[in-house]
């Protein structure tokens, strides 16, 4: 008996990476000796997937309940350097996506409409879904996981409640504490939830649908490499003055690895969150900025658009000038804000785009299904970015202040 506990007890403690690495392995050789039994471990990846998604608007509503509550009258949250660096990252990212696709000009072999979709029509609807989202009921936030509503209910009923009785800070506190710890207890199963996800996708999928297009994932993935290992590190030491390296491969390791295989930025929200108490980040910071990231930091989708986008142009043969480029850029950046946070949820955003360059709806929608046919390393990789984005730049941001205040107090 001491024996099992002993086991479990390692089990437990040992490095989470190490584990889902060795779910991932596990996965793709149960998919290729018998992928028939492998998408019957199915249940296993929707389970751990579901479970996420069932924690995280609690979490986000509670964290950041109790966070502002308990905040203290000169205490710094960081969150203006933070946006700045989503916002900015975010555009970086079009533009990068633009300079790969002007030089791998790509080709599509346009495929079947996606039905029943409903993609918007401007920017401006954009901007009013995004709007009318703050002000949606607090249990239908809670409900449909729109966290733009949960974090404005949470910052209302935070700022109200600083007012309130210790006690009543207190009970806050403790109800903080007690959804983090069920959060702790979801994310040890991320070894054998991915090892389901990872077992059924290569069982159903596998990779020989996406042979065709191969220079298409190749600019795709291309731009999301260069922006995680070659533009976000740059904006990192532009900001805290170090090797940004260690920071940003921590963050891929254990943030964007699981969210690679979520391909949900909301699911991954309490991955991001365990990791930042593991930084050692404020907490009145990463309980506002984690959730706001995964709405409205989305470097991958602003490329998943930009990509897409310009491969439709190249294949009707519209020329693009440089201006155009720029426009395109911006326009993707803002719509990327408004992507939804679950897989594929860029995707619709495509046909507001293509509009940019008069490209028809019908087509517009025959490369949205496009998007889905490769989807499984798009969404994947997309996902990846956004999510480990949300923390790299947090971590960023909360080191960069702690830098300049012991500067001052040194300076006293």
């Given at each position: 008996m001491n024996q099992n506990n002993s086991l479990l007890a390692k089990i437990a403690n040992g490095s989470l990476v190490l584990q889902i690495i060795g779910g991932i392995i596990l996965g793709v050789i149960l998919a290729t000796i018998s992928p028939d039994y492998a998408k019957n471990v199915s249940f296993l990846g929707d389970f751990f997937v579901g479970a996420l998604k069932a924690i995280a608007p609690v979490l986000v509503l509670v964290l950041v309940?109790?966070?502002?509550?308990?905040?203290?009258?000169?205490?710094?949250?960081?969150?203006?350097?933070?946006?700045?660096?989503y916002l900015f990252g975010t555009l970086a990212a079009a533009l990068t996506a633009v300079a790969f696709s002007f030089l791998f000009p790509t080709h599509?072999?346009?495929?079947?409409?996606?039905?029943?979709?409903?993609?918007?029509?401007?920017?401006?609807?954009?901007?009013?879904?995004?709007?009318?989202?703050?002000?949606?009921?607090?249990?239908?936030?809670?409900?449909?996981?729109?966290?733009?509503?949960?974090?404005?209910?949470?910052?209302?009923?935070?700022?109200?409640?600083?007012?309130?009785?210790?006690?009543?800070?207190?009970?806050?506190?403790?109800?903080?504490?007690?959804?983090?710890?069920?959060?702790?207890?979801?994310?040890?199963?991320?070894?054998?939830?991915?090892?389901?996800?990872?077992?059924?996708?290569?069982?159903?999928?596998?990779?020989?649908?996406?042979?065709?297009?191969?220079?298409?994932?190749?600019?795709?993935?291309?731009?999301?490499?260069?922006?995680?290992?070659?533009?976000?590190?740059?904006?990192?030491?532009?900001?805290?003055?170090?090797?940004?390296?260690?920071?940003?491969?921590?963050?891929?390791?254990?943030?964007?690895?699981?969210?690679?295989?979520?391909?949900?930025?909301?699911?991954?929200i309490p991955v991001n969150m365990a990791l930042c108490e593991k930084l050692n980040l404020h907490k009145d910071t990463y309980s506002v900025s984690i959730p706001l990231g995964a709405t409205i930091n989305m470097g991958g989708a602003a490329i998943t658009i930009t990509v897409l986008t310009l491969a439709a142009a190249h294949t009707l043969g519209i020329e693009v000038d440089f201006s155009t480029a720029l426009l395109l850029s911006v326009v993707s950046a803002i719509s990327a804000c408004g992507a939804s946070g679950v897989a594929g949820g860029s995707l619709l955003l495509i046909p507001l785009a293509c509009s940019l360059f008069g490209i028809s709806n019908d087509i517009a929608m025959q490369v949205v299904a496009v998007g889905f046919i490769i989807g499984v390393i798009q969404d994947s990789a997309e996902t990846a970015l956004n999510s480990s984005t949300d923390v790299v730049f947090t971590a960023a941001a909360c080191e960069a202040a702690e830098k300049t205040l012991n500067e001052l107090t040194a300076h006293i």
């Open positions: 309940m109790s966070s502002i509550a308990n905040q203290k009258s000169n205490s710094q949250s960081n969150m203006r350097p933070i946006i700045g660096l599509l072999v346009l495929a079947a409409g996606v039905e029943g979709s409903n993609p918007p029509q401007g920017i401006l609807e954009v901007m009013n879904t995004l709007l009318f989202k703050i002000v949606d009921n607090p249990v239908n936030a809670l409900i449909e996981s729109n966290y733009i509503g949960i974090l404005a209910w949470g910052i209302g009923l935070g700022v109200v409640l600083r007012h309130s009785a210790d006690s009543t800070k207190a009970v806050l506190n403790d109800l903080s504490e007690g959804v983090s710890n069920i959060v702790r207890f979801v994310i040890r199963l991320a070894p054998i939830g991915i090892f389901g996800l990872v077992a059924t996708t290569f069982a159903t999928t596998g990779f020989d649908a996406l042979a065709g297009y191969a220079q298409l994932l190749a600019v795709l993935v291309g731009s999301m490499l260069f922006i995680a290992f070659i533009v976000n590190p740059a904006i990192v030491f532009y900001k805290i003055r170090r090797n940004p390296y260690p920071l940003v491969l921590q963050c891929i390791r254990e943030s964007g690895v699981t969210a690679f295989f979520t391909r949900s930025s909301a699911a991954n």
